[in-house]
C-alpha cells in the first residue's frame, strides 16, 4: 500500500508564499499528483510529475524527488481564492491513484 | 460540455436501504473510479473500472457494487447502506488506465445513512 504524509493545515498571508510538503513511501512510483479542492466542490487538477525537479505552471510550481520520496507545491503571490485544500496523490505499480488526507490553506488578507 | 455528472446531489437513507448512485461523463474516457471522502482521511478508491466490461476493487470495496455496461455509465450501489457509508462520493474519469493522466472529477453526492 501506499502511505502519504502532508500537514493538515497552513495559514498565510495574502500575496505571500507557501509551500505545502508531500512524503510518500509506496510499492513502486508512477507519478505524483496535486488537485485542489475548495470546500464543498470536486478536485480539480493542477499537477503531475514522474520525473525528478521543478514543474512551473504560472503561479503554481511542483517539485519531485523520487529519491527521497518527497515532493511539494509551492503557491505563490497568494490569492484570497487559493483558500483551499490541496490533495497529494500517488500513482504506483498498480495505477492507482492514492491520496493524501489533504492540506487545508487559508490565505488572510 | 457536461463532463462527468452525478445524482444525486445528496441523499439521507435509512439503514438497510438499497441505494445506486448514479455517475455519466461524456468525454469517452476509458477509466472510471469511485471514490469516498471523509474528514481527515482523504480519498479512497471504492471500485474502478479500465475499460468498459470490466471492474476492480478499490482500497475500501466492501458493502459496494459496481458495473460497466458501456462507457459513458459506471453506477456504485450499495446493496443494504449502513451508517458508515455516510460521505461524500466521487465519480471520476481519465482517458486512460495507465496512471499518468488527469482524473476529472464529478461534482460529488453527499450521503446520510442513518
Known amino acids: 500500500g501506499q502511505n502519504i504524509d502532508q500537514p493538515t493545515e497552513m495559514t498565510a498571508t495574502e500575496g505571500a508564499i507557501v509551500q505545502i510538503n508531500c512524503t510518500y513511501q509506496?510499492?513502486?512510483?508512477?507519478?505524483l499528483f496535486w488537485y485542489q479542492q475548495h470546500a464543498g466542490e470536486a478536485p480539480t487538477f493542477l499537477s503531475y510529475?514522474?520525473?525528478?525537479g521543478l514543474e512551473e505552471k504560472g503561479r503554481f510550481s511542483s517539485f519531485l524527488s523520487r529519491s527521497k520520496g518527497y515532493s511539494y507545491l509551492l503557491l505563490k503571490e497568494l490569492q484570497m481564492k487559493d483558500s483551499a485544500s490541496y490533495l497529494c496523490?500517488?500513482?504506483?505499480?498498480?495505477?492507482?491513484?492514492?491520496f493524501g488526507a489533504g492540506t487545508t490553506v487559508t490565505v488572510r488578507a | 460540455i457536461a463532463g462527468i455528472t452525478q445524482a444525486p446531489t445528496s441523499q439521507i437513507l435509512a439503514a438497510g436501504r438499497r441505494m445506486t448512485l448514479r455517475c455519466t461523463q461524456d468525454?469517452?474516457?476509458?477509466?472510471m473510479y469511485w471514490y469516498r471522502q471523509d474528514l481527515g482521511l482523504g480519498l479512497r478508491l471504492i471500485h474502478y473500472?479500465?475499460?468498459?466490461?470490466?471492474?476492480g476493487k478499490g482500497e475500501v470495496p466492501d458493502g459496494y457494487s459496481v458495473s460497466r455496461a458501456n462507457t459513458d455509465d459506471f453506477p456504485l450501489t450499495l446493496a443494504s447502506a449502513v451508517p458508515s457509508q455516510t460521505s461524500v462520493y466521487f465519480c471520476?474519469?481519465?482517458?486512460?488506465?495507465?496512471?499518468?493522466?488527469?482524473?476529472?472529477f464529478g461534482p460529488g453526492t453527499r450521503l446520510t445513512v442513518l
Open positions: 471520476a474519469s481519465s482517458e486512460t488506465s495507465g496512471g499518468a493522466g488527469e482524473q476529472f
Open positions: 509506496t510499492s513502486g512510483f508512477n507519478g
Open positions: 510529475n514522474v520525473l525528478d
Open positions: 496523490a500517488v500513482t504506483s505499480n498498480d495505477y492507482k491513484l492514492s
Open positions: 468525454m469517452r474516457h476509458n477509466a
Open positions: 473500472s479500465n475499460t468498459a466490461g470490466t471492474t
